[in-house]
């Protein structure tokens, strides 16, 4: 997609500047997390067996939890690491509650979530096909994001 900024009855296209790394978007994206999703961030680079969730965030619009995972290019394996997340989650409830309870200062017990809820969002400049097909049923609990960003500190936020 070609961005156009305008000016004087005049166009010129604007153009993406990628990020160099995946940490770049990582951190905005934490940084905005409540702006962009609506969600608390609880712990960036969340360590669960062995595994390292890019963000876990909290979501208080459905008081579950999100875990965000970001890419920087595509990659062919989004939903099968997205349904390992989301059971390493539901089989690891407490560790989940436990990062809450240390961000918030909050009490909470594992009953007080919402865990039908739960989900994982990643955020790419791109997906396949493939993963826009598999991820096209109602209620399920991966989301797909596009992010893009352009000169002039301008960013493109799509859902898929």
């Given amino acids: 997609m070609t961005i156009y900024q305008i000016q004087n009855q005049k166009i010129s296209s604007i153009k993406e500047k990628e990020f160099s790394k995946e940490k770049e978007m990582h951190d905005l ?12 961030l609880i712990d960036g680079e969340f360590q669960i067996e062995g595994y390292f969730l890019d963000s876990l965030a909290y979501d208080p619009e459905t008081n579950s939890f999100v875990i965000l995972e970001y890419k920087k290019n595509s990659n062919f394996s989004v939903v099968d690491q997205g349904l390992h997340y989301l059971s390493l989650m539901l089989n690891n409830k407490a560790n989940f509650v436990l990062a809450y309870i240390t961000k918030t200062g909050k009490k909470a017990t594992v009953t007080d979530f919402d865990w039908s809820q739960v989900r994982v969002i990643f955020v790419a400049k791109s ?12 209620d399920f609990p991966i989301e797909l994001w596009e992010f893009n960003r352009y000169e002039d500190g301008l960013l493109d936020v799509r859902q898929i």
């Fill in 127 to 138: 997906f396949t096909q493939y993963q826009h097909g598999a991820t096209n049923f109602r």
């Fill in 29 to 40: 994206i934490e940084a905005n997390l409540d702006e962009l999703f609506g969600l608390q």
